[in-house]
């Protein structure tokens, strides 16, 4: 069984102090769905595009092993599309244009094939489309849910909803002290976990994430790099992984959860080296493990006896 | 030969959402003092108070083996005072007021007995002070100082001259940036370690540290506090807590500066555990290795084989 992919997939121009692309390939499914095909195969995508979609993605996509029957495409419909632009401090941007198009009457319909999947990973829309997905799947499934300020702030009730059908919540610092209404990240941790996720994860970019579980607080470093290209998709990149070696694994333990943050955050640092979903696009697994262990080395200490 | 420690000594008003506290012990060599004395006896302190110093004060600092032939008392002086309100976010504050008193006219003059401390570490004073210090000091000494903002702001050139005779700096994110003009923290680090100290320590409050040498980028977690009850001399308590293990062990191996910023971040963890300097004022050497060990535990991961 497949690991489930729901969310958006888009064409994005996006301009940083570096460079700028048009119409490149994005979205929240895209991203995830890349990095969780080094880990997990098929990936199981659920998702719209327009019948203006190159086919060249299409291409890409079937590459990496991603099963596309999930994929509606709508004749005459145009592809959602995201303008934004970087400041010269990466971490500072503005949103030029947001054009839902076909998106904005997406209806998630499950394939009957994909609905025995045991993981699923919910990519950051509407929580009423989240919960679409959930209603049409197995109860057992193992649920990773992203979502973001706009959800919280627009549809808290709704957001509340599903956070009690969802295991994993993965948030970024400054939307878990929204959804919390806290400002102590530990504190604000233990208010949302009370909210249904038995797992927490907040990422905090060029600071690393956190992992919550019952017993464990664990700290994850970010990966030191000196030059980030694009950060479009770091998160989704970040979730696809861990989902990705998850499902793998088949192991939710809380030791194998720490390596999947691990997993999440080398995949969220190939994402940025590059432009769009390039820095996904041709990795090799020893790629990826020899990350892993440079994350390892990267917090690593012994006391001398 | 002992740790030498050079900074201010005041009386500290500070409020917190949770209390208040007036008139109690602070300044940088206080904060550095108490943490390194844990590690390192005796400390050598260099500082200048008034006569109105309260006597307990003094008392506290003695029973610490902390040696106070350095320490200048201006008859008839008034000591350094500062007053500060955090807000429910801690991360913010209002500095209240700013009395430097007695430290206006500081003249650090190092007594001929600590003039061999191979360790010196220079709290967080005008740059102009901290160059007379080592000027008054053996060449070999092992130089870790401390400086802020409003040293970078105002006193730039001066600064730069000291980097020059620095072996670790500590800063926190913000200086780091603001010394470096350069918003990338690890392109910041280069920048910053090109201006003279070998070794940079990053400090991140609630994100942790991060540790830069020649060839080795640590990441330290911050540790995962619920409760903050006074952030006051948490920046001091680390560079007490760094420079008294270097001292103890005499050993500046990269290996070793990692477990150096870890007792600093320890040291640092427990200072805001309570209001003032009570956090560092009744410790044992086994409560500190336990928390050094529960540093290791939050960020070690090991992938099953």
Redesign the interface.
């Given at each position: 069984m497949g690991l489930l992919v729901v969310g958006s997939l888009g064409l994005d121009t996006v301009s940083t102090p570096f460079d700028k692309v048009e119409e490149a390939l994005g979205g929240s499914a895209t991203y995830i769905s890349l990095a969780a095909s080094y880990f997990s195969a098929p990936v199981n995508l659920v998702g719209v595009v327009g019948s203006d979609f190159p086919n060249r993605y299409i291409k890409l996509m079937e590459e990496h092993h991603i099963d596309l029957d999930g994929l509606q495409v709508i004749e005459n419909g145009k592809t959602f599309r995201w303008a934004a632009k970087y400041h010269?401090?990466?971490?500072v941007r503005d949103t030029l244009l947001t054009e839902l198009n076909v998106f904005e009457k997406f209806d998630p319909v499950i394939p009957e094939k994909f609905k025995k999947s045991k993981f699923i990973c919910l990519g950051n829309i509407d929580p009423v489309l989240q919960m679409k997905v959930l209603d049409q799947m197995n109860d057992s499934s193992y649920v990773i849910c992203d979502t973001m300020n706009y959800w919280i702030e627009g549809m808290k009730e709704e957001l509340l909803k599903l956070l009690k059908r969802v295991n994993v919540l993965i948030i970024n610092d400054s939307e878990a002290r929204l959804l919390s209404q806290e400002?102590?990240?530990?504190?604000s941790a233990?208010i949302i976990r009370d909210m249904g996720p038995e797992v927490l994860i907040i990422k905090?970019g060029?600071?690393?994430a956190?992992l919550f579980t019952d017993d464990v607080?664990?700290?994850?470093?970010?990966y030191?790099?000196?030059?980030?290209y694009d950060p479009t998709g770091a998160g989704d990149s970040f979730a696809g992984g861990f989902a990705g070696y998850l499902h793998r694994?088949q192991?939710v333990s809380p030791?194998?959860l720490?390596?999947a943050v691990?997993y999440g955050s080398a995949m969220a640092s190939f994402c940025v080296e590059q432009f769009s979903t390039k820095g996904l696009e041709n990795l090799s697994y020893l790629q990826i493990q020899d990350r892993?262990r440079e994350f390892?080395n990267?917090?690593?200490?012994?006391?001398?006896v």
């Open positions: 010269y401090d990466l971490n400002p102590n990240l530990i504190k233990r905090k060029e600071h690393g956190l607080v664990f700290s994850a470093p970010a030191p790099l000196e030059m980030i694994t192991d030791e194998n720490k390596c691990i892993f390892m990267l917090s690593r200490f012994d006391e001398k």
